[in-house]
């Protein structure tokens, strides 16, 4: 089982989401940004850097919010979700197809990645 962290930056009521790259599994579903804790790492400093990496700001870690299983024929993680702010820098997408800032009312037009469709309800 991987650790694996994600980002539910929040900014005006808007939520940032991230299109996975087509060449990955899961590829073009939607999701929240983050990704692998590296050995040796705390779930906060991994998502500080996958954010840097993926998308070129910093963030401020608020809160944990959740943490969800999700496993199929290729993967089996443990989703750990933060509510984040961006503090500075300007997106760049890095590994991403696009990026949205929706609102809530909103996700349901969106093809969620199956692990991250689960925390959407208690955003």
């Known amino acids: 089982m991987i650790n694996v962290v994600a980002a539910i930056i929040k ?18 579903k939607w999701e929240f940004p983050g990704g692998k804790v590296e050995k040796n ?18 963030i401020v870690l608020q809160d ?5 299983k999700y496993k199929d024929e290729k993967i089996d993680i443990v989703l750990h979700y933060y509510l984040c ?3 500075s820098g300007t997106i760049i997408l890095n ?29």
């Open 85 to 87: 702010i961006q503090e």
């Open 41 to 58: 790492e705390t779930f906060e400093e991994a998502l500080l850097r996958e954010i840097k990496e993926e998308l070129n700001i910093k």
């Open 95 to 123: 590994e991403h197809e696009n990026l949205a800032w929706i609102e809530k009312k909103d996700f349901e037009k969106y093809d969620f990645a199956e692990g991250d469709g689960n925390i959407l309800s208690s955003l």
């Open 64 to 68: 944990k919010i959740a943490e969800e």
């Open 11 to 28: 900014k005006d009521n808007h939520f940032l989401i991230v299109q996975r790259n087509r060449k990955k599994h899961m590829g073009l």
